[in-house]
């Protein structure tokens, strides 16, 4: 079983940065700016010999009309919902606000262990302070004044924290689980596709552009397969992005797709294939990664029974050498075909992860050599004698050969066609390596 806190509270208390601090690396965006964190944001953290997940969440504000701040609250609300313990942080410097007030109301009726935590309590003279948060009245433990940016106070508030887990929890939930990541410009639609498929809003959803900062990582079953599916923020030119958070979304977006299985390059079906998009799918290949294409937002187009045909026709000559890279139409809108592609998805998967016998590589692929051996060089003859699958996380094959040295780009591109012809690759890059027999 997972033992779960949420770090909950108003606007810039700093749970981000406590966050941070509780997982031990930065993967949330921290920021001056209120209102950066958005969604819910997990990681995993352990203290004392117990393990448990963490939650950050945007700052709650009460009463507010302003449609990401409504969208906050219910993301907040879930968070609660899901947690075992509850962190409720709060401003030394600020003190007591109206905010912290009437979110604290809100609090009242909870059955689960809440801890008030008193943030920025940088010197004694801060934490001093602390005493006025008590009138709050809503937890049975007493504050617990921290800095969360040098750590100062944590170590006693998890003492107390890990003392409510019923038991030791697990370290990594999420390990051996294939990681599919969602990427794409602003406004494609990623965070309307993970929601979709979840069947609730995992991912706060707007016409604004941009709306995602962070990098969303949810657990998610189908087929009788686990997945983790990240949706990031959009990514748009270098030139085009000015603000810091907006700097910091892509650095994790960019981050997310290093630590994926399959990328998912989601792209505007009204736009087609842009010279982004293109950067994003060699930036996957460059990565080793599986890489799909998933046409969104198909039901916004006139067509006819020729239009899919020349659409994907057109993408596959952009894409130039990596045709072997699948394409989905979608419309996330009329859920059309969106199961299909988290399906395409784990066929990628399946696919990167695939492991050839030596004797069926060299039964098939040293007849295709003889029918078409090396060209020779400059006099010399190559044989190539014996093929392996190397073991590596992605498919690397290896061809002994008495001159390595002297194979050509050409018959790389030949035996690369052969190997994707009699064993499925779709969606994967295949890299070859020629090695002295």
Request: charged fraction near 30%.
């Amino acid at each position: 079983m997972a033992n779960i806190v949420a770090i909950v509270g108003r606007p810039n208390v700093g749970k981000s940065t406590l966050f941070n601090r509780l997982v031990e690396e930065r993967k949330a965006i921290e920021d001056n700016m209120s209102g950066v964190t958005r969604d819910r944001h997990y990681g995993h953290a352990q203290w004392s010999g117990k393990f448990f997940s963490v939650i950050d969440t945007g700052g709650y504000v009460t009463g507010s009309e302003d449609v990401f701040e409504a969208e906050i609250r219910k993301q907040v609300k879930l968070a609660i919902e899901e947690a075992d313990v509850i962190l409720f942080v709060v401003d030394c410097i600020d003190g007591l606000t109206d905010l912290d007030t009437a979110f604290a109301n809100e609090l009242r009726g909870t059955k689960k262990p809440l801890f008030i935590v008193a943030n920025k309590a940088d010197n004694r003279e801060k934490a001093m302070t602390v005493h006025e948060f008590y009138s709050l009245g809503i937890s049975d433990f007493e504050i617990f004044p921290i800095a969360s940016a040098s750590g100062s106070g944590t170590g006693e508030l998890l003492d107390e924290v890990v003392k409510q887990f019923v038991d030791e929890g697990i370290e990594d939930p999420d390990a051996g689980i294939p990681k599919i990541s969602i990427l794409g410009r602003p406004n494609v639609g990623k965070s309307s596709f993970l929601n979709a498929l979840l069947g609730h809003e995992r991912s706060i959803v707007t016409d604004e552009a941009g709306t995602t900062r962070d990098a969303i990582h949810t657990r998610y079953k189908l087929f009788g397969q686990d997945f983790i599916i990240t949706d990031t923020a959009g990514i748009r030119k270098k030139a085009k992005v000015k603000e810091d958070v907006e700097f910091y979304s892509v650095m994790r977006s960019l981050r997310t797709l290093e630590e994926s299985d399959v990328v998912i390059v989601m792209i505007d079906a009204t736009r087609g294939l842009e010279a982004q998009d293109i950067n994003l799918i060699s930036l996957a290949i460059k990565n080793n990664k599986g890489v799909m294409i998933m046409v969104n937002k198909w039901d916004l187009i006139e067509k006819d029974h020729k239009t899919m045909g020349k659409i994907k026709d057109d993408m596959v000559d952009r894409l130039g050498e990596n045709k072997w890279i699948p394409i989905i139409f979608t419309s996330v809108v009329e859920k059309q075909r969106i199961f299909q592609a988290i399906e395409l998805a784990t066929k990628v998967y399946e696919n990167k992860t695939r492991r050839i016998a030596t004797s069926k590589l060299n039964d098939i692929l040293l007849q295709e050599i003889e029918k078409y051996p090396p060209p020779a060089w400059k006099g010399k003859y190559i044989k190539i004698k014996y093929v392996t699958q190397l073991p590596t996380k992605n498919p690397v094959f290896a061809f002994f050969c008495n001159l390595p040295q002297y194979i050509k780009e050409p018959y790389t591109r030949y035996l690369e066609n052969r190997l994707r012809e009699n064993f499925n690759f779709e969606g994967v890059p295949v890299k070859i390596v020629y090695k002295n027999k």
